[in-house]
Structures are given as C-alpha cells and as structure tokens.
C-alpha cells in the first residue's frame, strides 16, 4: 500500500509527476493513519489502566493487610468484630470490609448466635475475612482478600462449663451496639445455675450487637439486657429491658438472640369520644396494646407510650383485655369488638391498627364515661369494681377494680368518669381505707343504668358502659 501510494505522490514518468492525488486516495491515506493512531491510543490507555489497577491493587493489600494487624492486637478477641471502613490513598476511594465470626468445635460459623439452640459446641477461634475494594478497578467482582484466624489469650471454656452468645438487633437487622447485659442464675428453674465470676461476666454488646459470657456452669439462667441511659427502647413484647432464659450444657455454647429497638411515640388521648368538658381518669388505668406477639398492657395514664416499631401499627383498648384462653381468666369487656350487635343491630365501632410516622403517632382512645353524684361530699377516692355482665357485655372472668382521686367537683358533689368498657358497681369513700358507699348515677353519657338491667336495691350504684350506638 505504501509502495503505491510512493509510487503515485512521485511516478517514474516526469510528466505524469505533475498529476494530483484523486480524493479517493487522500481519503484512504487517511483511514490508514488513522488506524494506527487509535491502535496506539488504545494500547497507552490499556497499559496505563493496568499500571493504575495494579498500583491500586498493591495499595488495597496493605491496606487488608494493616486490617489484619490492627485485629491481631486487639487483646480481648470478644472485641473483634465486622466493620466497613473507606480511605482515601492518592484520589483514589478503597472500601475496607472485614467480617468476623466465631468458629466452634462442632464446626459452626456464627457472627454472634448460632442458629440451633444446643449441640454448637465451644468456642474455638475467631475467624477474620477481609476484602478491599476501590473506585475504579477493572474487575469489581476481584477484590483483594485476605483471612486469617485469631485465637484467645486464654481458654474461654474447659470441660466442665459452657457459653453464652448474646446477639441483638433491631427491626431492620441492624446490629444494636453498646447494650448493658445481665446474667444470672434463673432461681425460678428446678435447676438454676451459679452465680457469675467477675471473669465470666459479658461486657456491652459490641460492633456486632453480641456479648459473650464464658466459663458459665451448667444450670439455667437469666438474660437480660438494657439501655445504660435509660432511653424508651423496647421489644416486640413492649419489654423496656427484656429478659430470657437459658440453659447452659458442659462443653455447649448457648445462643441468646434479641431484638431491641427505639420505641415509636404514640402520644394518647383518653376518652377521645367525650367531648363535655373534664372527666377524671382512673389512677390505676390499664391501657392493652395489640398488633405485637401477645397482647401487652401499661399502667397510668402517661401521656405518651413508646411502642417498638412495627409496619402495621397498634390498636389500643382501655383497660386490662385479657382474650380466650388466658390462664387465670378471660377479660373481654374492653374489647368493643367483641360486643354483640344489639336489639337494633348496631356493632360497637372499633379504633384502626394505628402505625407511627417518622417515629410519632397519635392515639384516640375511647372510653365509658358517666357522672356519679359522691356518696358523701367530703369523699375523696371513687372506686369502680367490673361485675355481673349486663346488656351483652362478654364479660371479665377476672375481677377489675380501679380507682379515682375526686378532683374538680361540681357544688353538686358530682364528678365525670371514664372508665374501660363494661359492667361496673361505683362506690366512693373519705380514704383508700375508708368505708365506701353506693354513688347515685345522675348523668348517663351513653351509658345503660344497672336497675334496668337486673339492678335494684344496692344494685343501683351499677352501670353498664357500652361502646355500642343506641341506633
């Protein structure tokens, strides 16, 4: 090509060297010089990439490398845990991830519990993963590696006793660091364990949400776990520091996980659905939660509950609800589910599973409310006690018993009150010690007087509390 193209730019015959290159011919020399220059761009770009990537690779492998080193001098190996870490090195950004679990004598890898309850053996070492990589590098799917195995200073077990791993996370599985964790022996079992040695005692739980006890002797016992500042955090079970328990084999490592997380705010409003003016709340008021595991109950009338989060919210009653089935008793009464429709065919409206937004929500909860004239105006405790059902009240196999500081009376000696759902004897006296007497009822706020339904005599100090529309 070349040859012809020398022979055309200078023929043999002189008179032909006057001619001109056709526009086919510069256009085809040019096709040619550019082949070759982007044959050699392409060749100095892959070679500096490569120089680049390795550069960046030895740098990734001190960089596993020093991970390593920092994990072996750390003197507690309980304290090694995973972490992802970023450095900057010459405007380049490396990722630093390192994972670490226990490997035991039956052969498990565990981050923190294992996933069966018994046969993990003890502990053994501590396994260490680390992998590097870093913006830019050519195969994303190679990092740079490097594991490495770390033993204890001394024994964590001998023959004779076991362990306990404590891991807990929160709701989205995110390790929850920093935790108070007590064990104890659980005297409630036919076989409860021994008290804990200084040695033997878990620290806080670390990076990776566990602790670990060592050298427990074998018996049953108790876990707990809290918050060292007293923040709202809280369990499925609404539990503020929740407890476990667990038995502990000769040669075993006993898994004890959590789940632990900021409550959510729910800010409640009591009898909601009154809106005439002050009503006085029992002191003693028993508030269900719904939507966990089991039903939970809180005491008081605080103004805000911490609940732990949960996607599809709470429903409240007032009052101790107690389903079908519970030992001890059944309380349905609460519930306005669970009343019938009555004679005009109308059910009880029931407040909507409620779920917080941005860690907040608001609560409206109903209640009965009725005013009681005081049996002596110089009383100064209203006390309201569930009884017979009435009126297609499910009824309280448990006794229900609350009680009311008289505040805000009328000239009448008259108070409102809202109480729970359900059949309740109202009585008031000078002191929690004093004889108490029949309240006369002398305003029905949705209300069905006792004496209409099998109350008389002594009865008339009985009201039904209904959550069901009359029509």
């Given at each position: 090509?070349?040859?012809?193209?020398?022979?055309?730019?200078?023929?043999?015959?002189?008179?032909?060297?006057?001619?001109?290159?056709?526009?086919?011919?510069?256009?085809v020399?040019l096709?040619?010089?550019?082949?070759?220059?982007?044959?050699?761009?392409?060749?100095?770009?892959?070679?500096?990439?490569?120089?680049?990537?390795?550069?960046?690779?030895?740098?990734?492998?001190?960089?596993?490398?020093?991970?390593?080193?920092?994990?072996?001098?750390?003197?507690?190996?309980?304290?090694?845990?995973?972490?992802?870490?970023?450095?900057?090195?010459?405007?380049?950004?490396?990722?630093?991830?390192?994972?670490?679990?226990?490997?035991?004598?039956?052969?498990?890898?565990a981050?923190?519990?294992?996933?069966?309850?018994t046969?993990?053996?003890s502990?053994?070492?501590?396994?260490?993963?680390?992998?590097?990589?870093?913006?830019?590098?050519?195969?994303?799917?190679?990092?740079?590696?490097?594991?490495?195995?770390?033993?204890?200073?001394?024994?964590l077990?001998?023959?004779?006793?076991?362990?306990?791993?404590?891991?807990?996370?929160?709701?989205?599985?995110?390790?929850?660091?920093?935790?108070?964790?007590?064990?104890?022996?659980?005297?409630?079992?036919?076989?409860?364990?021994?008290?804990?040695?200084?040695?033997?005692?878990?620290?806080?739980?670390?990076?990776?949400?566990?602790?670990v006890?060592?050298?427990?002797?074998?018996?049953?016992?108790?876990?707990?776990?809290?918050?060292?500042d007293?923040?709202?955090?809280?369990?499925?079970?609404?539990?503020?520091?929740?407890?476990?328990?667990?038995?502990?084999?000769?040669?075993?490592?006993?898994?004890?996980?959590?789940?632990?997380?900021?409550?959510d705010?729910?800010?409640?409003?009591?009898?909601?659905?009154?809106?005439?003016?002050?009503?006085?709340?029992?002191?003693?008021?028993?508030?269900?939660?719904?939507g966990?595991?089991?039903?939970?109950?809180?005491?008081?009338?605080?103004?805000?509950?911490?609940?732990?989060?949960?996607?599809?919210?709470?429903?409240?009653?007032a009052g101790?609800?107690?389903?079908?089935?519970?030992a001890?008793?059944?309380?349905?009464?609460?519930?306005?589910?669970?009343?019938?429709?009555?004679?005009a065919?109308?059910?009880?409206?029931?407040?909507?599973?409620?779920?917080?937004?941005?860690?907040?929500?608001?609560?409206?909860?109903?209640?009965?409310?009725?005013?009681?004239?005081?049996?002596?105006?110089?009383?100064?405790?209203?006390?309201?006690?569930?009884?017979?059902?009435?009126?297609?009240?499910?009824?309280?196999?448990?006794?229900?018993?609350y009680?009311?500081?008289?505040?805000?009376?009328?000239?009448?000696?008259?108070?409102t009150?809202?109480?729970?759902?359900g059949t309740?004897?109202?009585?008031?006296?000078?002191?929690?010690?004093?004889?108490?007497?029949?309240?006369?009822?002398?305003?029905?706020?949705?209300t069905?007087?006792?004496?209409i339904?099998?109350?008389?005599?002594?009865?008339?100090?009985?009201?039904?509390?209904?959550?069901?529309?009359?029509s």
């Open positions: 090509m070349l040859q012809l193209l020398s022979d055309r730019l200078r023929p043999a015959d002189p008179a032909d060297r006057d001619a001109g290159l056709s526009i086919v011919e510069v256009v020399a096709l040619v010089f550019a082949v070759i220059t982007v044959g050699s761009v392409v060749a100095v770009g892959l070679t500096l990439s490569i120089t680049s990537d390795n550069r960046s690779r030895e740098v990734a492998t001190n960089l596993a490398s020093e991970a390593v080193d920092v994990a072996r001098g750390v003197a507690d190996v309980i304290q090694v845990t995973s972490a992802t870490t970023t450095k900057d090195v010459g405007g380049v950004t490396y990722k630093v991830a390192q994972t670490a679990a226990w490997q035991t004598t039956t052969g498990v890898d981050t923190c519990t294992p996933a069966a309850a046969g993990n053996g502990l053994f070492y501590k396994r260490l993963q680390v992998a590097v990589t870093w913006t830019g590098m050519r195969s994303p799917d190679s990092p740079v590696t490097s594991d490495t195995i770390l033993a204890p200073n001394s024994r077990n001998d023959q004779d006793t076991g362990t306990i791993l404590i891991g807990v996370k929160d709701s989205q599985g995110a390790a929850v660091p920093g935790l108070v964790v007590t064990v104890e022996p659980d005297t409630g079992s036919s076989t409860p364990g021994k008290a804990l040695t200084a040695a033997s005692k878990p620290a806080a739980t670390n990076a990776d949400g566990c602790a006890a060592i050298k427990i002797l074998p018996g049953a016992y108790k876990v707990t776990i809290s918050r060292s007293a923040a709202p955090w809280r369990d499925a079970s609404q539990a503020a520091a929740p407890v476990k328990t667990v038995v502990v084999a000769k040669g075993d490592s006993a898994p004890v996980p959590f789940t632990y997380e900021l409550g705010d729910y800010a409640i409003k009591y009898a909601a659905n009154y809106t005439g003016g002050t009503v006085l709340l029992p002191d003693n008021l028993k508030t269900t939660v719904l966990g595991p089991s039903p939970t109950t809180t005491s008081g009338t605080p103004a805000d509950v911490w609940l732990y989060p949960l996607a599809t919210g709470y429903r409240m009653v101790d609800f107690r389903p079908t089935g519970t001890g008793g059944s309380c349905l009464s609460p519930d306005p589910s669970l009343w019938p429709a009555n004679a065919g109308k059910t009880a409206p029931v407040q909507p599973f409620v779920a917080a937004s941005d860690k907040k929500a608001s609560y409206s909860l109903p209640m009965g409310v009725t005013t009681i004239k005081l049996a002596d105006g110089n009383d100064k405790v209203v006390r309201a006690v569930s009884t017979a059902a009435l009126n297609g009240d499910p009824g309280c196999a448990v006794p229900q018993s009680e009311f500081t008289v505040k805000g009376k009328t000239s009448a000696n008259e108070v009150l809202a109480l729970p759902y309740w004897a109202i009585t008031s006296g000078n002191s929690t010690t004093s004889t108490f007497r029949g309240v006369t009822l002398s305003g029905l706020i949705g069905i007087l006792g004496t339904f099998g109350g008389g005599g002594a009865g008339t100090n009985v009201v039904s509390l209904d959550p069901r529309p009359a």
